[in-house]
């Protein structure tokens, strides 16, 4: 539409010069100042926006350069052909794979793997998908070397990786909690009276969609963003150095593009640090009997229950299970539960027969513990109590929840090479079957 002409106000009945802009001053096209130069209407919509684009690019450098810096110092925490600088601490080999690019992992049996390194200030960046309803997984911070007494879980803060479909309510969402587990501390932002902290919003996708966290530790506080937008964090973790775990629950899970950027470190008490590398490996898959030797009697008496080596123990009977491997100098860890007062184990090292091994000679049996030793009355029924010892030449120590025993037992009629025997009668549950070799 056509703008009306401005009426004739002035005394000598001249009509007023429209206004014009000369780069930010006010002066009329008569202006008899010199170094004022008029720009026409059309001329000065080209250079607003000839200076705007100008402006733009000069901008956006900066943002490209801001952005560059954030991703700069990421690594890949997977190959993306085996599981180097990974331990399964508590799972086979055929609990985790690659297919297709992807990090697989069945869920079975519960347990973990975790990195061989220490971490204390990063950032972690992974996306991950539940191939099943209901799925149950996690991201565990500041872990432990092996799993915490009588569960198949490292003591740490997990993140929680949880599909839609299990539902939420006012003990968990399926959102990203994060929570301190079996041991650890966290204060929670964002809790519910707890120590779990919540998510403010509402932010995964269901299966079989793709999630993205990325997570970030800095001095013992860690946030989480899902998809995009931060949403739950935690402070004064305890600890706050120590492994990072994938954790296997039951439902398969796909992750892929793990990576971590470090940060710098901060100072750390020492009590602050998880358990350091011991050298542990497992020797229970939680999958099957592999590694162990027995009668069939036996065999039908140990069950396997995923993470859990259960002895049926109903028929009052006594059975054995031998581990194939022939040892020398170790260290043990079995966590164990008896379920019935009458219940006992016996752990027992079995000399291997060298000279005499075809002559059809018998190891030579020597029980080093029990049970019903009248020593250990304090242990209940229905308890879970870890059982830590080592062996090195013929000297046997022994702890139970890391308090020793009173005494040392000497086994002078053990040999160099021996085999690792539990027995037990009736009813008990063992689990976090753990060696390690030992230097003398």
């Known amino acids: 539409m056509k703008r009306p002409e401005r009426a004739d106000t002035t005394s000598a009945g001249r009509r007023e010069q429209p206004i014009r802009l000369y780069c930010g001053l006010v002066r009329r096209p008569a202006c008899s100042v010199p170094n004022l130069v008029y720009i026409p209407p059309h001329e000065l919509n080209f250079m607003y ?80 998908r539940h191939m099943v309803p209901r799925g149950n997984a996690g991201i565990f911070l500041f872990a432990d070397d092996i799993t915490a007494r009588g569960v198949p879980f490292h003591r740490g803060i997990e993140v929680q990786v949880l599909e839609n479909a299990y539902g939420n309510t006012r003990g968990y969402t399926t959102h990203g909690d994060i929570f301190p587990i079996h041991g650890a501390k966290m204060v929670p932002l964002n809790g519910r009276g707890g120590d779990r902290a919540f998510p403010t919003e509402n932010r995964s996708n269901p299966s079989p969609e793709w999630n993205h966290y990325r ?64 050298g542990y490996y497992s020797i229970y898959t939680g999958l099957d009997l592999s590694g162990w030797t027995s009668d069939e009697s036996a065999r039908a008496a140990w069950v396997v229950r995923d993470w859990v080596l259960a002895h049926d123990g109903s028929t009052g009977e006594s059975h054995s299970l031998v581990h194939e491997p ?26 291997v027969a060298e000279a005499d091994a075809g002559s059809g000679s018998k190891p030579d049996p020597i029980s080093i513990y029990t049970t019903k030793n009248q020593d250990e009355k304090w242990l209940k029924p229905g308890q879970w109590y870890r059982l830590e010892g080592t062996v090195i030449g013929s000297v046997l120590t022994l702890a139970i929840d890391g308090h020793p025993l009173e005494h040392q037992h000497h086994l002078q009629r053990l040999n160099s090479k021996r085999q690792l025997t539990l027995t037990a009668t009736g009813p008990q549950d063992l689990a976090n079957l753990y060696l390690r070799p030992v230097e003398k």
């Open 49 to 128: 926006c000839l200076r705007t684009c100008l402006a733009i690019a000069l901008l956006c450098p900066a943002l490209v350069l801001a952005q560059s810096d954030d991703e700069q110092g990421f690594v890949p925490l997977f190959n993306g052909r085996d599981f180097t600088g990974w331990v399964r601490t508590n799972t086979p080999e055929s609990t985790w794979s690659y297919q297709d690019g992807l990090i697989v992992c069945t869920g079975k049996p519960i347990g973990e793997l975790r990195t061989e390194k220490m971490y204390q200030n990063f950032i972690l960046e992974v996306e991950w």
């Open 215 to 278: 997570i970030t530790a800095q001095d013992g506080e860690v946030t989480l963003a899902v998809n995009g937008k931060v949403v739950t964090r935690g402070q004064q973790c305890s600890p706050r150095k120590g492994y990072i775990c994938l954790e296997s629950e039951g439902g398969v899970v796909h992750y892929r593009n793990v990576k971590i950027k470090e940060l710098p470190d901060t100072p750390v008490a020492e009590a602050e640090i998880a358990i350091a590398n011991r």
């Open 326 to 351: 022939v040892l020398e100098d170790f260290g043990f860890v079995i966590d164990f539960k008896l379920n019935q007062p009458e219940s006992h184990f016996t752990l027992q090292l079995l000399n």
